[in-house]
Each structure stands twice: as structure tokens, then as C-alpha cells.
């Protein structure tokens, strides 16, 4: 595991960016992984600024998001595939038919859920960017979840509902009660991992995902088994280590 800490966000940004258009330019079919909240979005502004001056293109990209609500439809303004083409994929020249995700408002989720998983072994992720939730989970692999699970879906736990009020949620009742993501299983078959972690609010989880015993209480620990990660972190979430 390689641990990069960056004095400032935006060296950190700028880090993992220009590593992931390193890795664009130079391979044919790309595929990458993208996570939803608010820790990549310094990275989406990179890519959008690098493409915006031609120094980039994302033609070639086939991108997998990692999660989503259930019960919402792609187009639902909360939804994270609504998300990621509201901060990434609208500014850039990736093909529509190239963006991945898992649809939560399938009638049969089972069935979605083997949908994807299929997908994403018939294109394996290059580079898979991660966070970290406030409860350890990566995706929305919550604390419980199996260490070699496949997609499926999820009850959402009562910390991670509440963290949802800062993706533009007005009333906690409005926030969906369950998930649907890629399992650990399923981000463990990335190539490489590329987790990201903020703030002073992160500091003890980064320490116990990278020092903790590694058990699906604490989901994000799981990174230790792969064989290819960077952690990347600003100095307030590297203060613990
Ligand atoms: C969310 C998402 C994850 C994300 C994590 C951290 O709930 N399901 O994919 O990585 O929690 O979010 P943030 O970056 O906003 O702290």
C-alpha cells in the first residue's frame, strides 16, 4: 500500500487527476471507476478544467459508478448517476453509452445486481476511486457486509442516511432506505484502487482502515488485501497515522 499525504486538497486533487489522465492518455480502452459525495469532486474539476483545454479526452472511457440509491430512478435529481453527470460526465466528452451504473429502480434488483456484476467482469476497472463513509463503509458496503460480496443491495445504516442530507437531501424522510452497490467482492477485482480520504472528520477512520484489523465491521480495512492502492489524503485525515 502506498500513502501519499498532500499539505493541501488541492495538490491532492490535482494528484489523483493528473495520475488518471496519465493513465487515460496512454491505454486504449480505459476503464474507471468512479464514487459519488464530496471527496473526488476537487478530482471531476480537474478532469473537466484538463478536457476543457484539450489536454484530455475521455472518448475512449468506459466509466462504472460504484453505487446508488434504491428507489430512485437514474434521472431522479438525488440519484449518484444524476450526481456524477451533474459534476463530471455532462462537462466531458465521454460517450453516454460508455457511463455504467446500477439502476436502482428495477422492479428485480437481484437480477440487476447480476447485471452489473457481469458488466464489470467483461470489463474489469483499471483504476477504481474510492472514499471512505463514516462508518468505515466503501461504497455502500456498510459494516456486516460480506469481504468477498458480489453487487447487491443493502439496508443503509442510520449514520450513513444522515450523511445523505449532504447530497442536497432536504428532509432525512426523504432519503432512501436501502442502497444497492458493488460488493466488496466486486471493488476488490479493480486493478488498482485509488482511496481518497479529507478533513479532520476522517482522521481516526483513515488510521483504523490502514492499521485496524481488517473485518467487515469496518469494511474500508479490506484495502490492505489489495494487491495495488494508493491511499491519497490531506494532512488532517493523515493527523491519526
Ligand atoms: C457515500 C458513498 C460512498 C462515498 C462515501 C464518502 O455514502 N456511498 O461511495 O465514498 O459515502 O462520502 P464523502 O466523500 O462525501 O465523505
Known sequence: MKILVFEKEEYLDAYVGEYICHFI??????VIGFATGSTPLGVYRYFIDNYQAQK?????VKAFNLDEYVGLTPSHPRSFASAMKNELFSHIDILPENINALDGSKEDMIQECQRYESLIDANPI???????GMDGHIAYNEPGSPLDGACHVVDLHQESIESSL????DHIEDVPTQGVTQGIGTIMKAKQLIMMAKGEKKADLVKRMIYGEVTSD???????????VIVCLDRSAASQL
Do not use: K
Request: net charge positive.
Open 218 to 228: 469496518f469494511p474500508s480495512s479490506i484495502i490492505q488485501r489489495h494487491p495495488n
Open 56 to 60: 484530455v479526452s475521455f472518448r475512449q
Open 126 to 132: 483499471d483504476i477504481q476511486i474510492l472514499g471512505i
Open 25 to 30: 492518455r496512454n491505454h486504449s480502452q480505459p
Open 166 to 169: 449532504d447530497y442536497g437531501f
